[in-house]
């Protein structure tokens, strides 16, 4: 009940401050940049652009509470099993936690497990890095190909992509995800099988393109190998099945296992980082780790009004509650963060993407809005037009990084005088006066200018949050990834959902097993809807005539 009055209040106060822009917020409150925003270690974020005031945070944070926020944030972390459905602890702030740090699961610390696969991970990685691991022909590897979709694949490629500058040459890696198989003949035409060393990963060994990728890229190897001997030296599994891995040919010893409490696409910090150890070495890697801790103690430790993911999922809920926006913005202004928003559409939208609350009720309300995003930049010269002057309300996170790796300092500050240029103009706007003022500039006819002036005005109160990031670096990286694992979090409890289970996944696989043996059946199919008897028969036609033709 405290929940439903917390809301009722925000609703109170939504319809006072709907209609208030936010550059009437600006000019009445000359601290605002300073009242919102925060400063944690190397990350800002300001919030000032977002159609707030301090009474809208203070009854965010009271829903927070009310929705005990907090502990059920300490139920998280200290291992129980809070992802029902399932029957799992939720532990991926275990993965990266202090050595001396105990966290049970079923009355058992966890801590040691995690370390010694860490370890693993770590000689391996040397072995490999030093080209002391080598392969059937006794060379070193100089390609590594990570076979593994989703959560095996979103989180190593947008990390291995983000820290480029920290790898080495002469380590060059790929990711296959897809099981089109345009994606893996096209990397594996330019491998040599004697260097390559194949990382597959599924935490079940069953996804069906995960292992069809990883049979093809087993067969290519063979082909020039010869002995299923070699297999040992080629390919290694991070899984948490190791009879499958074993079938599949996999030296035990040379599997990376992880539990049953780290989600797919919350594993990156699990060996599923595999990749990213190799890729950045073992010391950075830490470094990826203790960023996301540092992160974790922030999240744990600091006050609901000065918590980070916790200001963050308090605005998105604001709006998608209130304003009820259909979608949210991520754009980052850093070519190296450019596979960001697709590893956060998986975070979010599959963790939070539910329509039935804990106690099994459908609900009257809603719940995550759909997250995309794009390098800003880029999206400036495309979908930055809707963002501006569109129908649609999106809330937008714009992330930037103030130190470049790159040398061309110049382009840098173009970027970074974009990204704070874009929200600006989103929050201010240009309203009729000023937008006339503009058109008289450039135009004498009167009749112009009273063709072109609807046109050219921009409504703005768009909201914005920005992410300033000293740098990207492996500990900041670490610690922007666990801020929105922590935001997506904070959302599932104010929308009273299990954030930490996909059941939305499995009915379209289960028909797709049924009708993958249909698309070569001899006779026509009659027992799906006809919409998809009439596909598949369609498809199978024209598969067939496609082979006689050819
Ligand atoms: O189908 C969704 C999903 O289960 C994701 O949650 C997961 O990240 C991905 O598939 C891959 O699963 P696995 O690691 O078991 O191959």
Redesign the pocket.
């Known amino acids: 009940m405290e929940y439903e009055s917390a809301l009722e209040a925000l609703q109170l106060h939504y319809n006072e401050i709907q209609s208030t822009h936010m550059r009437d917020l600006f000019a009445q409150d000359e601290h605002r940049f300073d009242r919102f925003s925060l400063e944690f270690d190397g990350l800002l974020l300001d919030y000032s652009k977002n159609r707030i005031n301090e009474d809208t945070l203070s009854l965010l944070t009271g829903l927070a509470r009310a929705a005990q926020v907090e502990n059920w944030r300490d139920a998280m972390f200290s291992g129980k099993k809070i992802n029902f459905t399932e029957d799992r602890a939720v532990l991926h702030a275990a993965l990266r936690a202090e050595d001396n740090e105990s966290v049970e699961v079923d009355g058992q610390d966890v801590g040691p497990d995690v370390h010694a696969v860490l370890d693993h991970m770590t000689e391996f990685s040397e072995q490999v890095r030093s080209g002391k691991w080598t392969g059937y022909t006794g060379r070193a590897s100089t390609d590594i190909v990570n076979i593994?979709?989703?959560?095996?694949d979103l989180g190593p490629k947008m990390v291995c992509e983000a820290l480029q500058p920290y790898q080495p040459d002469g380590l060059n890696l790929h990711f296959v995800s897809n099981v089109d198989g345009t994606q893996i003949e096209g990397i594996l035409e330019g491998l040599d099988p004697s260097t390559t060393l194949f990382i597959i990963?599924?935490?079940?060994?069953?996804?069906q393109e995960?292992i069809t990728n990883a049979n093809t890229a087993r067969h290519w190897f063979l082909e020039q190998a010869q002995s299923e001997e070699q297999v040992k030296k080629h390919f290694v599994a991070v899984s948490t099945n190791r009879k499958l891995v074993e079938d599949f040919g996999i030296s035990t010893d040379n599997m990376f296992g992880f539990w049953d409490w780290v989600?797919?696409?919350y594993s990156l910090w699990s060996a599923v980082g595999l990749s990213i150890m190799l890729a950045i070495g073992p010391g950075q890697y830490r470094q990826l780790l203790a960023g996301a801790r540092a992160m974790d103690e922030h999240f744990r430790t600091q006050p609901l009004a000065e918590n980070m993911p916790v200001i963050l999922a308090l605005i998105g809920f604001w709006y998608r509650q209130f304003y009820q926006t259909g979608s949210h913005a991520v754009l980052p202004y850093d070519y190296l963060l450019k596979h960001l928003p697709a590893y956060l559409q998986?975070a979010d939208m599959?963790s939070n993407g539910k329509s039935t609350d804990r106690e099994g009720n459908r609900v009257d309300y809603l719940t995550a809005s759909v997250l995309w995003g794009d390098s800003g930049i880029n999206g400036q010269h495309s979908f930055y037009q809707l963002l501006h002057q569109g129908t649609q309300l999106v809330p937008i996170d714009f992330i930037a990084s103030i130190n470049t790796h790159s040398q061309l300092k110049q382009h840098h500050n173009i970027m970074i005088s974009n990204v704070l240029a874009q929200g600006e103009a989103l929050m201010l706007g240009r309203n009729e006066a000023e937008t006339r003022q503009i058109l008289a500039q450039r135009h004498d006819n009167h009749e112009t200018i009273e063709l072109l002036l609807p046109h050219m005005i921009f409504e703005g109160n768009r909201p914005s949050n920005t992410l300033l990031l000293d740098a990207i670096t492996p500990y900041r990286l670490g610690m922007l990834i666990a801020m929105y694992e922590h935001k997506i979090f904070v959302e599932g409890i104010l929308w009273n959902i299990n954030s930490y289970d996909?059941w939305g996944?499995e009915l379209g696989?289960q028909l797709a097993g049924q009708i993958l043996p249909q698309l070569s059946a001899e006779q026509p199919i009659t027992d799906h809807d006809q919409s998809t008897n009439g596909l598949i028969n369609h498809y199978r036609q024209h598969l067939e005539k496609q082979s006689h033709s050819n």
């Not at 593994?148 to 095996?152: F, K, P, Q, R």
């Not at 990963?201 to 996804?207: A, L, P, Q, R």
Request: proline share 0%; charged share 20%; aromatic share 4%.
């Open positions: 593994g979709i989703g959560g095996s990963v599924s935490k079940t060994f069953t996804t995960t989600g797919g696409r998986q599959e996909q996944v696989k």
